[in-house]
């Protein structure tokens, strides 16, 4: 199983949160990523590429590769801090 997948990586659950309801609210995923992630995919609009079951931490496994596509998803805390995960696509 593979899925494509865009993140934004903040260090507060509060954060998280705020920017979850901007993207549900019609802020675009990709913006606030590259305005917010700590991660050096926010440069890229949180863009992770593709990649398969095993190769990201169990936490975001999960969600990647059971929730919804489509959607963001989150927070998910990990070992680096809270993410918020839009699920691009996914192939059995």
């Given at each position: 199983m593979r899925a494509k997948a865009r993140h934004?990586?903040?260090?507060?659950?509060e954060v998280a949160e705020s920017l979850k309801a901007d993207i549900d609210g019609g802020a675009d995923f990709g913006d606030v990523a590259?305005?917010?992630?700590?991660?050096?995919?926010?440069?890229?609009?949180g863009d992770l590429g593709e990649f398969g079951r095993g190769q990201m931490v169990p936490e975001f496994d999960e969600v990647v590769f059971s929730d919804e596509v489509?959607?963001?998803?989150?927070?998910?805390?990990?070992?680096f801090g809270?993410?918020?995960?839009?699920?691009t696509s996914r192939t059995d």
């Open positions: 934004i990586l903040v260090d507060s659950m590259k305005e917010h992630s700590t991660c050096p995919s926010g440069r890229e609009g489509g959607k963001t998803h989150g927070p998910v805390q990990t070992q809270y993410h918020l995960i839009e699920i």
